[in-house]
């Protein structure tokens, strides 16, 4: 093992094991090479490629911190990765969503408030009887983003997100081109939402999986 994989091994290990918890100071550089057995230079780069993913927060003049760890700021980091995608690999995104959103719309359907169940509503009425495709893509996101906050499940909505954002351009693109498509969603959207209104998490799962699928179905064509 190099020695830089090393020390994020051990710093790793005292985070899991709770010698260091969110928001801990570490100790001095020179204290903490000497308690884990590493160099300061290998130490040094540890806690650099363990800041570039959000798990130490490197404050100038004051020390190096463990973030919150919270997932949606863990997650960053593979939203990152997720934007380098090619236009092949939105296909593979939309797989994921098939599986990652019905599960998180049916924990919604259970665990949403009824005030947030009327805001639903209230964002898909906004949009108008003969919305602009951006208009109808921007609803789509905010839609699907709002029922995996209402999962109550932080990570399944931060993995939500960070398969959503990267497959808008598809679904502008679909909107442009294929006939009937924002009246389409916007009955699908309503099937969701009435679903979550009854208290229905099967009845839900089942219009978001057929809802994504449509997507899936039409762009694995046109690719």
């Known amino acids: 093992m190099a020695v830089t994989d090393e020390a994020i091994e051990k710093i790793k290990a005292m985070i899991v094991s709770g010698t260091l918890r969110a928001g801990d100071r570490l100790p001095k550089e020179a204290d903490l090479a000497a308690e884990l057995g590493l160099s300061r230079s290998s130490l040094r780069e540890a806690v650099k490629a363990l800041s570039l993913v959000n798990i130490l927060d490197v404050r100038q003049g004051d020390g ?6 919270e997932p949606t700021l863990l997650l960053e980091a593979l939203s990152f990765i ?5 236009d092949a690999t ?4 939309l797989q994921v969503r098939r599986i990652l959103e019905p599960a998180a719309t049916a924990m919604a359907t259970v665990r949403a ?6 805001d639903l509503r209230k964002l898909l009425d906004s949009l108008g ?3 602009a495709v951006e208009d109808l893509v921007a609803n789509d996101l905010e839609f699907h983003r709002r029922i995996a906050v209402s999962s109550g499940n932080s990570v399944l909505s931060s993995l939500v997100e960070s398969m959503s954002a990267p497959t808008t351009r598809a679904r502008v693109w679909r909107g442009l081109t294929q006939a009937g498509v924002g009246a389409r969603t916007v009955a699908e959207h309503r099937a969701i939402l009435d679903a979550m209104a009854s208290r229905d998490p099967e009845a ?3 219009w978001a ?8 179905q039409w762009l694995n064509t046109v690719l």
């Open 64 to 69: 190096t911190y463990v973030t919150s760890l």
């Open 82 to 86: 997720v934007d380098f995608h090619r």
């Open 90 to 93: 939105v296909l593979e995104l």
């Open 113 to 118: 408030t009824d005030d947030e169940i009327d």
């Open 129 to 131: 009887p003969d919305p």
């Open 204 to 206: 839900a799962r089942s």
């Open 209 to 216: 999986t057929v809802h994504i699928a449509a997507v899936e």
